[in-house]
């Protein structure tokens, strides 16, 4: 269907040169102003059908256009219009050779022109592909690498809502992160700073990340003992979006750790 299309659009940039030679011969021909339509055509061919068949229609135009100039300069056809009878055949020859040369030029510039283009614009949305099957690659990596971490990755917006975590966070927690998503620093963490409090603390002029301690809540109500390090989650820009969060479990460690030490 896609063939069949372009091949009608193609017939019908043909039958519009026909048109257009009509058009030419009606007002003057060889003296007419409307010389230059036939750049539209050329021009159509690139964009609609292919831009090297811009080079077929630029040469039928300067063939169409060429025939007629010369059917007229000969008196094979009728000049149309008291102007172009009343020339000088000896200008008139020399206007025809000029107006033949400059529409040839012309018409094979601009697809010239067309073809070079849409060279380059081919060239452009290859690399636009490209870049974009390359930063696919980049996100699925950089999602595969967080996944991977042992320790547990939560992020989290201005307002102390999660945002994401990865996989270590599901086990830990027993949740998954469609069920973490969108809840509130306290409802993940126990036994911590509240959210604004280290909020303060991070955009207090911190270079390094803080740590503290804290419990996280599992779906089963229990709490399990973990260490975190929070730090500022910002743009590209350096602008501030939230926070982000790595953490252990410190189950064991609390265990091996003697009731009463310090």
């Given at each position: 269907?896609?063939?069949?299309s372009?091949?009608?659009?193609?017939?019908?940039?043909?039958?519009?040169?026909?048109?257009?030679?009509?058009?030419?011969?009606?007002?003057?021909?060889?003296?007419?102003?409307?010389?230059?339509i036939?750049?539209?055509?050329?021009?159509?061919?690139?964009?609609?059908?292919?831009?090297?068949?811009?080079?077929v229609?630029?040469?039928?135009?300067?063939?169409?256009h060429?025939?007629?100039?010369?059917?007229?300069f000969?008196r094979?056809i009728?000049?149309?219009?008291?102007?172009?009878?009343?020339?000088?055949?000896?200008?008139?020859?020399s206007?025809?050779?000029?107006?033949?040369?400059?529409?040839v030029?012309?018409?094979?510039?601009?697809a010239?022109?067309?073809?070079?283009?849409?060279?380059?614009?081919?060239?452009?949305?290859?690399q636009?592909?490209?870049?974009?099957?390359?930063?696919?690659?980049?996100?699925?990596?950089?999602?595969?690498?967080?996944?991977?971490?042992?320790?547990?990755l939560?992020?989290?917006?201005?307002?102390?809502?999660?945002?994401?975590?990865?996989r270590?966070?599901?086990?830990?927690?027993?949740?998954?992160?469609?069920?973490?998503?969108q809840?509130p620093?306290?409802?993940?963490?126990?036994?911590?700073?509240?959210?604004s409090?280290?909020?303060?603390?991070?955009n207090?002029?911190?270079?390094?990340?803080?740590?503290?301690?804290?419990?996280?809540?599992?779906?089963?109500?229990?709490?399990?003992?973990?260490g975190?390090?929070?730090?500022?989650?910002?743009?590209?820009?350096?602008?501030?979006?939230?926070v982000?969060?790595?953490?252990?479990?410190?189950?064991?460690?609390k265990r091996?750790?003697?009731?009463?030490?310090?």
């Amino acid at each position: 269907w896609i063939g069949g299309s372009l091949r009608f659009a193609e017939v019908q940039i043909y039958l519009d040169i026909l048109l257009e030679t009509g058009l030419i011969y009606v007002t003057g021909g060889t003296f007419s102003l409307f010389a230059f339509i036939y750049l539209f055509s050329v021009l159509a061919t690139s964009i609609v059908v292919a831009p090297r068949k811009s080079f077929v229609t630029a040469a039928l135009s300067a063939l169409c256009h060429g025939i007629l100039l010369f059917l007229q300069f000969y008196r094979k056809i009728p000049p149309v219009g008291e102007f172009a009878m009343r020339q000088d055949p000896v200008a008139e020859a020399s206007f025809t050779i000029l107006i033949i040369s400059a529409n040839v030029c012309a018409s094979f510039t601009v697809a010239y022109l067309a073809t070079y283009l849409a060279g380059q614009l081919r060239q452009v949305r290859w690399q636009a592909r490209r870049t974009e099957a390359s930063l696919a690659e980049l996100q699925v990596l950089h999602e595969d690498i967080v996944q991977s971490v042992s320790s547990g990755l939560v992020t989290f917006d201005r307002e102390g809502r999660l945002l994401t975590a990865n996989r270590s966070v599901e086990t830990l927690g027993g949740r998954l992160q469609e069920q973490l998503r969108q809840q509130p620093w306290d409802g993940v963490f126990q036994q911590a700073p509240s959210f604004s409090q280290l909020w303060r603390t991070l955009n207090d002029g911190m270079r390094v990340p803080h740590r503290f301690s804290a419990a996280l809540v599992r779906a089963d109500g229990t709490i399990i003992p973990i260490g975190v390090s929070a730090s500022v989650l910002r743009r590209g820009t350096g602008e501030p979006v939230g926070v982000i969060c790595s953490f252990q479990d410190l189950s064991d460690i609390k265990r091996m750790t003697p009731t009463g030490s310090p």
